[in-house]
């Protein structure tokens, strides 16, 4: 072979690789690229999604009928602050008795009416030693309302009243309700009429936030302001989800945080009442704070232990009789982990009277387990026999 006929194929070969070079610099660069290999998970080409409702009107439409406004009135009895006061009554030219002054004071709020035959769930604050309650329904129609039973401790009550052609909402389930679910609030905010405002469910669980014993609130970023207690957190179905309860304000008005009693428990709450004219829920007598790490390394426990201080036990409790202390650490319910205080106050509400339970314990270090059976929760005023525990400030 010539040396001119070599360099022809020599120049073929450099000239049909540099060829190959430049193909694969141009469609996979990355395989000749300098440096680490850097791999990055990109999302497909985003694809049309099917819009969200123009309009919520046929879930209010569905909810708005069974929702009421209350009007509470309470007599208010003040003396005179100019009259003297006498230890006894004396007719004839003595000094006279302090004289009273009797005024009237009303309030606002909602109510969601849960039964055609006229039962309204709505909160026990709204109703709370009033002499007088009236309930304004959407079509202005009126009537008073007798209490059927309340629950202090989570802050709900039962009102009936007697009106023909009611309007009865559609319970929801709590299991259903998400973060990022669109909720809407109806009721009568500052006592202006009904109205409803629309937000997103921005939590749920809330607890710990002293509005009442038992919390497991749902919160929401609808515009929620006095006269909205009591009224209806609903879903795009016009379900009842919650129970609008409380707002986190420094102004007193809507600041975007609002709370709601989630509807299972304002079911059960219901459903009892009706039954029996009072809540029937375990109890332990156990009143106890959330361990925190802050509270551990105060009390000189690991910072790593979750659990509940006991910090008061009540005397003739079944924990009391159990040989639980005010002090004690609670661990654990039955095997199950325990990580606040409010949620172990809610698994033993769920419990019935009359169960036993096995509660892990801490004690100077030691662990151990004590056995007990539940009892039925007492009337909150009825249990003041406590023993304290210490009270750390963490």
Not at 169 to 196: E, M
Not at 278 to 298: D, M, S, Y
Not at 311 to 338: F, H, M
Not at 369 to 384: F, G, I, S
Request: no cysteine.
């Amino acid at each position: 072979m010539s040396l001119s006929h070599r360099l022809v194929i020599l120049v073929r070969i450099v000239t049909g690789g540099l060829a190959l070079a430049f193909v694969i610099l141009l469609f996979q660069p990355q395989l000749i690229a300098h440096g680490p290999t850097v791999v990055v998970h990109e999302a497909p080409p985003a694809q049309p999604s099917s819009p969200g409702p123009v309009s919520y009107a046929y879930a209010v439409k569905q909810a708005a009928n069974a929702v009421v406004n209350i009007n509470t009135a309470k007599v208010v009895v003040t003396r005179s602050k100019t009259a003297p006061e006498v230890p006894f009554y004396q007719p004839f030219g003595g000094p006279r008795p302090p004289e009273s002054r009797k005024r009237v004071e009303s309030s606002l709020g909602s109510g969601v009416i849960i039964s055609k035959t006229g039962y309204i769930l709505t909160n026990y604050h709204v109703i709370h030693s009033a002499d007088a309650i009236r309930v304004f329904l959407k079509d202005g129609r009126s009537a008073n309302a007798r209490v059927v039973g309340v629950d202090p401790a989570t802050d709900l009550a039962v009102l009936k009243i007697h009106l023909p052609r009611l309007s009865a909402i559609t319970l929801g389930h709590a299991s259903d309700i998400a973060v990022g679910d669109v909720v809407l609030a109806i009721g009568d905010p500052f006592g202006i009429g009904q109205t409803v405002t629309m937000g997103i469910v921005s939590a749920t669980g809330r607890d710990e936030l002293g509005l009442s014993p038992i919390e497991n609130f749902i919160q929401t970023d609808a515009a929620i302001n006095p006269g909205n207690s009591g009224g209806a957190l609903i879903n795009t179905n016009g379900d009842l989800i919650g129970i609008a309860s409380a707002i986190y304000t420094h102004s007193g008005g809507y600041q975007g945080i609002g709370f709601a009693i989630p509807v299972n428990l304002a079911r059960h709450v219901f459903r009892q009442i009706i039954k029996y004219g009072h809540v029937i829920e375990g109890w332990i007598g156990v009143a106890g704070q959330t361990l925190t790490p802050a509270l551990a390394r105060t009390l000189k426990l690991p910072k790593s232990l979750r659990g509940v201080l006991v910090a008061a036990i009540y005397n003739d409790g079944p924990a009391a009789k159990a040989g639980v202390q005010a002090g004690d650490v609670l661990y654990a319910i039955n095997g199950q982990p325990l990580r606040s205080a409010n949620r172990a106050l809610l698994k033993i509400a769920d419990t019935k009277p009359g169960t036993p339970i096995t509660l892990g314990v801490i004690r100077n270090g030691m662990h151990f387990t004590v056995h007990m059976v539940v009892a039925t929760r007492p009337p909150l005023k009825a249990a003041t026999s406590l023993t304290q525990g210490p009270s750390p400030t963490p």
